[in-house]
């Protein structure tokens, strides 16, 4: 038998360390987009400061809006005294709370508590959504539900987010129409206004943090009458907008029901930061520097990600080791600013 051509084992060697390139390139993109990336934490004693300074005496209902596949298990790592879940499913016409209909995203869903709890109200009542982790929880706040319920410092009506990004001071013109919006509610906020407030006319420019989580006082909720949640419950049921559009228009309604004001923009992100959460910035500039930390993680999770990685394992490798060290100082200035919070 004649040996192989050199030529032949040249390509042989090339196609051996061409499979063995992609290969280790593959097991580090895998690895990369597998393992969850090292999320910024304070640990267990963050909480507990707050913990300690809670009245107990306040009694506190968090009503999730959710669907029967939600995991809500990490509402019972939640240390808040008196804290009594609520939890309203859509899907399931067994559970022991749901709304008449799965109709209307979480809009149907707090309503129906607001109606079905309204002469047996806790302190405070606690509206939010069935992830611990989602993307409308701001840096500041760790992205996380849990330490931002945990540093809560409740009072009349908040919106949990408290960014000014993509809410204030405008955000919906209430003037457009179908053919040129350009947030999809849009068109609709006129006529859910005036359906949903008695005939009142809509302003022309509303502004608010997004995304429909809030905290408010029994005192706030009965402002209104029982009958006014059962009426902005009918209103949904009998509508023929699909639930995305639903939900998007009430998103934009809540502070009008609650404090009879249109916009939701009466505090800059740094004061309420420290009003609500008792994390309080030294100023603008060390507020800023944190969330471009935040913007710089993500940037870093993108050049992990799979086929980038694959393409540029050099560039992903440096991502990984530059995303711990963003981690380590974003819970340095959270701890600054935590620090500042409790001394104020």
Not at 97 to 125: C, Q, S, W
Request: charge should be neutral; proline fraction near 6%; include cysteine.
């Amino acid at each position: 038998m004649r040996p192989p051509s050199p030529s032949k084992c040249t390509a042989l060697f090339a196609c051996f360390l061409l499979t063995g390139t992609l290969l280790h390139r593959l097991g580090r993109a895998i690895h990369y987009n597998v393992f969850p990336h090292p999320r910024p934490t304070l640990g267990p004693n963050a909480a507990l400061e707050v913990d300690n300074n809670r009245t107990t005496t306040t009694s506190i209902d968090l009503v999730l809006a959710t669907t029967a596949r939600d995991d809500t298990s990490w509402t019972s790592n939640l240390h808040i005294p008196n804290l009594n879940v609520v939890r309203y499913i859509a899907n399931d016409a067994s559970a022991r709370h749901r709304p008449p209909r799965p109709k209307g995203n979480e809009a149907l869903m707090y309503l129906t508590y607001l109606y079905d709890f309204y002469h047996h109200l806790p302190d405070i009542v606690i509206f939010t959504h069935a992830e611990e982790l989602p993307w409308h929880v701001e840096g500041t706040l760790l992205r996380n539900v849990s330490f931002a319920l945990s540093q809560l410092d409740l009072q009349q009506y908040f919106n949990l987010r408290v960014t000014w990004r993509a809410g204030c001071p405008t955000w919906i013109d209430t003037t457009k129409g179908p053919n040129d919006w350009d947030k999809e509610e849009e068109p609709f906020m006129r006529e859910a206004w005036t359906a949903n407030f008695g005939g009142e006319e809509a302003p022309d420019l509303l502004g608010g943090p997004c995304c429909s989580q809030f905290a408010i006082t029994r005192a706030a909720v009965q402002r209104q009458s029982r009958e006014q949640y059962k009426q902005n419950m009918e209103w949904i049921l009998r509508s023929q907008w699909p639930d995305r559009v639903i939900g998007r228009v009430w998103e934009h309604m809540w502070p009008r029901l609650f404090t009879g004001e249109p916009s939701d923009c009466g505090y800059k992100e740094k004061e309420s930061l420290c009003q609500m959460y008792k994390i309080c910035f030294a100023g603008d500039r060390e507020l800023r520097e944190y969330k471009e930390l935040w913007e710089e993680r993500e940037r870093l999770k993108e050049q992990m990600s799979f086929f980038r990685a694959i393409w540029a394992p050099g560039r992903a490798k440096e991502a990984r080791g530059r995303m711990l060290v963003v981690k380590t100082e974003i819970e340095e200035g959270l701890k600054i600013a935590l620090s500042n919070g409790m001394a104020a």
